[in-house]
């Protein structure tokens, strides 16, 4: 049987149908991408000694345990979800005791497609791995053998066991002083000899091309899990004349001791376990003198940065030293310029000369010092003259600006006054006017009010009360006669102003 590879996985799910939305002939590369952001993210906690959770799939972490020297150490730790393991009937052997893991995070697929790819959307990259864990349980779950390459390590599976191969190369030099190598989970027996799940270089997928700094990593992928049956990598603790190989049996090793001829019989079973044997203890040999190797040239590295910063702190002394002597030089050269400059001042503003130098010059002389007093007074004088013409000038001027702002106000006053005396006028005339126009409506209206009264009484014949001026014989008689009721015709005419107090009953 075949073995089932990273490029098989990404060519059945780009051919099968999916719920990855995407175009059909952009669909493997778009997986390519999904598996290269997935890698990434694993990575970049990987490196700081943190882990993943992936709930539909697995958990890959560090655990904290104790070597034999009671020291606490490091050393990778992969778990399959309950989920994973019951969807596709997978097996794992599980741990006696909840090992102490560090920090998780879950799979955030915004996050991965934000943060670890450049055209990705975040259902891509949820159906894209969905898609792919899918499929790996589908074949683990198949009991068909498989080796799928992660950037840690490898995915590995036969007979429906499935674990991860971690890769030591990989391992983050940040921590390599809390990583132990001796305390490596091995993978199961049940998975058989590991060179089984070597890939083929036609099958190996080259998903980090476009990463230039990642090709160094894919080609020490090598010497972890070696093509061919011998050491992976030959250091000073292997003599390549003395390499066992896993082929050899349990046979072969006694005759070397002179033990051909034992009386126990043919066991296949042992003879297996004897070659699982050998190989688990040359990949011993080969992790410790990988692990001797690069803590001799993480010292000469460190030895190295010591140097270099020795020398750096070398060179920033010198320059500082450089740098003091050329201050203090140009603080020489300013100094003498001073001195010399002081010379052909005032002496006596200078301390270079002593009194009697100063004496002999006639620089201490009565009638120098009183010419120098006079001077002074002079000029204190017109300083201060000069100072109270500013001052005066300066109040004349402020009181220019106050007469200038007083003028101003009154001017603005009477405008305004004048502006109020015309409105008032002019609302005068108008109440006037509409006073005379009401008062004329007035008078009008009553001289009608009488004609009509007149023509009323004149037509219907009533007679003037006698007994009316009887009770008051000292007044005139009225003109109108006296109305017990009065009815208003629809044809009065009433205008603005009318009182309707005048056609009112007594």
Not at 52 to 67: G, K, L, P
Not at 154 to 162: G, T, V
Not at 316 to 331: H, P, T
Not at 408 to 419: D, G, H, P, S
């Amino acid at each position: 049987m075949s073995l089932y590879t990273l490029k098989q996985l990404l060519n059945d799910c780009s051919s099968r149908l999916s719920r990855t939305k995407c175009a059909a002939d952009k669909k493997r590369e778009t997986l390519e991408d999904i598996w290269r952001a997935l890698n990434d993210w694993i990575d970049s906690r990987f490196e700081v000694g943190k882990g993943v959770h992936i709930a539909t799939f697995a958990t890959i972490s560090w655990e904290t345990c104790t070597n034999s020297r009671n020291q606490p150490k490091l050393r990778p730790l992969f778990l399959l979800s309950d989920t994973f393991i019951k969807s596709y009937g997978l097996q794992q052997k599980k741990p006696l005791t909840p090992p102490c893991l560090a920090s998780l995070e879950d799979i955030n697929f915004t996050k991965i497609a934000i943060k670890f790819s450049k055209n990705l959307t975040k259902d891509l990259v949820f159906s894209g791995i969905r898609d792919l864990l899918q499929k790996i349980g589908e074949v683990a779950g198949a009991g068909t053998p498989m080796s799928i390459t992660f950037n840690i390590g490898r995915l590995i599976a036969k007979n429906r066991c499935i674990s991860l191969v971690f890769d030591p190369l990989k391992f983050p030099r940040a921590l390599e002083d809390q990583i132990t190598r001796s305390m490596m989970g091995s993978p199961p027996s049940t998975l058989g000899n590991m060179t089984d799940f070597d890939i083929p270089p036609e099958d190996q997928v080259d998903y980090n091309g476009s990463h230039p700094e990642e090709r160094l990593r894919d080609a020490l992928d090598h010497h972890s899990f070696p093509p061919d049956g011998q050491e992976a990598l030959l250091t000073h603790r292997s003599n390549p004349e003395n390499v066992i190989a896993f082929e050899m049996s349990l046979e072969e090793e006694l005759s070397q001791f002179g033990l051909k001829g034992s009386p126990a019989k043919d066991n296949p079973v042992m003879d297996s376990a004897y070659r699982r044997h050998i190989a688990n203890l040359a990949d011993e040999v080969d992790r410790e003198a990988m692990y001797a190797f690069d803590q001799q040239l993480q010292q000469r590295r460190d030895l190295d940065t010591v140097a270099l910063e020795n020398k750096m702190r070398r060179q920033c002394a010198e320059d500082l030293q450089r740098q003091l002597r050329v201050q203090m030089e140009e603080r020489r050269i300013l100094k003498l310029q001073q001195k010399h400059e002081l010379k052909f001042v005032d002496p006596s503003a200078s301390s270079f000369y002593s009194e009697g130098e100063q004496s002999r010059l006639g620089y201490d002389d009565k009638d120098y010092v009183r010419k120098t007093k006079d001077d002074l007074k002079q000029c204190l004088q017109e300083q201060m003259y000069q100072k109270e013409q500013e001052r005066m000038s300066s109040q004349y001027q402020h009181l220019q600006d106050e007469k200038t702002f007083i003028r101003r106000l009154r001017a603005e006053m009477n405008e305004l006054e004048q502006k109020q005396h015309q409105e008032r006028e002019e609302r005068r005339r108008v109440l006037t006017d509409a006073w005379n126009r009401a008062s004329a409506v007035k008078k009008l209206v009553e001289f009608k009010k009488k004609q009509k009264a007149a023509e009323q009484i004149h037509q219907e014949g009533i007679a003037i009360s006698p007994t009316r001026a009887n009770y008051y014989p000292h007044l005139p008689q009225p003109k109108t006669p006296h109305r017990k009721h009065y009815e208003p015709s629809n044809g009065d005419d009433f205008s603005v102003g009318f009182d309707i107090r005048s056609v009112c009953g007594d």
